[in-house]
C-alpha cells in the first residue's frame, strides 16, 4: 500500500509517515515547509509545495498511480495565532483543503483520512464527549476544522470520495525510537511550555485557573503520539470496512494542568514550580473522550502512559538542537 501524507513533514504526519514505514506502508510526503522540516522527509519519498496547488497534485498521482489514499494532516494548528489571524486559518485550513479533495477527485483518489480535532466538542458536564455529542467549536482554529467535515460529508455525498474523519485529543510525546518529534523548540501547549520552564529553571505559568474543572485548571486527554499514528494505520488497513463519519482518538481519561504538572515532576529529574496566570485567548476547559468506536471499528486503544508521554517528549528535547538546528527558530506551538 502507498498512501500520501499532507503535511507529513509535521510532528504528527511525520510519525504516522514512520509508522506506515514500520508497518509496510509506503508514504509519499507532500508538505510546504511552512511548518515542516526537511529533515523529517530524509529517506522518504517528498515533494515540497502547497496542498492546493493542482499540477503538483497531478504530478504526484502521475510518478506514484498506486496512491490509494490520503492521510491529510496540513493545517495550521496554534489556536491564539487563530484568534489573532482568522483569514489566513481559513484560507490554509479550509480552502486550500477544499481545492486538495478536488484534485484528488480528479486524480480518481477515492480514499481520505482527514485530521481534526476535539476541540469542535461542547463537552458535558463531566467534561467526557463521545462522537456524537453536540459540536461548539470556541476558537477560528477549532471551526475551520468543524467547517472541513461539513464541507467534506457534503462533497463525499455527492462525489466518489470517501472521508473519514479522525478527532485528535491532545498529542504529547515523540516517536519512540526518536525519528521524529515536536518540530518547534517552543511549542505554545501546557507540556511545550513545562519543558520551556525546566530548560530554563523558572516557573510555569498555569493559563487559566478558574474552569469548572476539579481543579479549576483546564483539562485534556494526552495521547501519545505515536498511539495516534498507529490509529491512522489501523483506519488505512480497515478504510473500506468503515462508514464514514467521525471517530474520536484519545486515551479515555482525563488529565487537568495540574495534574500534568504533578505526572511532569515524578518523571523528570527535577521538578518545575508553577505560577497562576489569566487563560490564554480561545482556550477552553476542555474535554475527554470515551473511546468505545475506536476500539470496536479500528481494534484500537492507547497503549503509552501519560509519563511515557513526557518522558519522550523530554528525551525528543534534549536531542533536538542536534537533530533540527536552525537559527531562527518560529515561537509556535
Not at 15 to 39: F, H, K, M, Q, Y
Not at 229 to 256: K, M, P, Q, Y
Not at 270 to 294: F, H, K, L, M
Request: with cysteine; proline share 6%.
Amino acid at each position: 500500500m502507498r498512501v500520501l501524507i499532507t503535511g507529513g513533514a509535521g510532528y504528527i504526519g511525520s510519525t504516522i509517515a514512520s509508522a506506515c514505514l514500520d508497518a509496510g506502508i509506503d508514504p509519499v510526503i507532500l508538505d510546504s515547509l511552512v511548518r515542516g522540516r526537511r529533515e523529517f522527509t530524509e529517506g522518504r519519498v517528498f515533494y515540497e509545495g502547497d496542498i492546493s496547488d493542482g499540477p503538483l497534485i497531478d504530478k504526484i498521482f502521475a510518478e506514484h498511480p498506486d496512491i490509494s489514499a490520503v492521510v491529510h494532516c496540513a493545517a495550521l494548528i496554534v489556536v491564539p495565532d487563530s484568534v489573532s489571524d482568522p483569514i489566513g486559518y481559513y484560507r490554509a485550513n479550509v480552502a486550500k483543503s477544499l481545492d486538495l479533495v478536488e484534485h484528488l477527485i480528479r486524480n480518481g483518489c477515492t480514499r481520505m483520512i482527514f485530521s481534526s480535532s476535539a476541540s469542535i466538542y461542547q463537552a458535558g458536564d463531566d467534561h467526557t464527549v463521545t462522537e456524537e455529542s453536540p459540536l461548539a467549536p470556541q476558537s477560528p482554529y477549532a471551526r475551520t476544522k468543524a467547517v472541513c467535515e461539513g464541507m467534506f460529508a457534503d462533497i463525499a455525498a455527492s462525489r466518489p470520495i470517501k472521508i473519514l474523519s479522525l478527532r485528535y485529543f491532545n498529542p504529547v510525546g515523540a516517536d519512540p525510537r526518536m525519528r521524529t518529534g515536536l518540530q518547534l523548540r517552543r511549542p505554545s501547549h501546557a507540556l511545550g511550555k513545562m519543558i520551556e520552564a525546566y530548560e530554563k529553571g523558572v516557573p510555569f505559568q498555569i493559563t487559566g485557573t478558574r474552569y469548572p474543572t476539579r481543579d479549576g485548571t483546564g483539562i485534556r486527554d494526552y495521547i501519545h503520539v505515536w498511539d495516534l499514528a498507529e490509529a491512522h494505520v489501523a483506519a488505512l488497513r480497515r478504510f473500506d470496512s468503515l462508514e464514514t463519519g467521525a471517530i474520536n482518538l484519545g486515551t479515555g481519561a482525563g488529565t487537568t494542568v495540574r495534574e500534568l504538572v504533578e505526572a511532569f515532576n515524578r518523571v523528570a529529574d527535577r521538578p518545575i514550580e508553577t505560577v497562576d496566570a489569566p487563560a490564554r485567548p480561545g482556550d477552553v476547559a476542555g474535554a475527554y473522550t470515551r473511546s468505545d468506536r475506536a476500539r470496536e471499528l479500528l481494534g484500537w486503544q492507547a497503549r503509552y502512559s501519560l509519563e511515557d508521554g513526557i518522558r519522550h517528549s523530554l528525551q525528543w528535547a534534549a536531542l533536538r538542537p542536534t537533530r533540527l538546528p536552525d537559527p531562527a527558530e518560529a515561537v509556535a506551538g
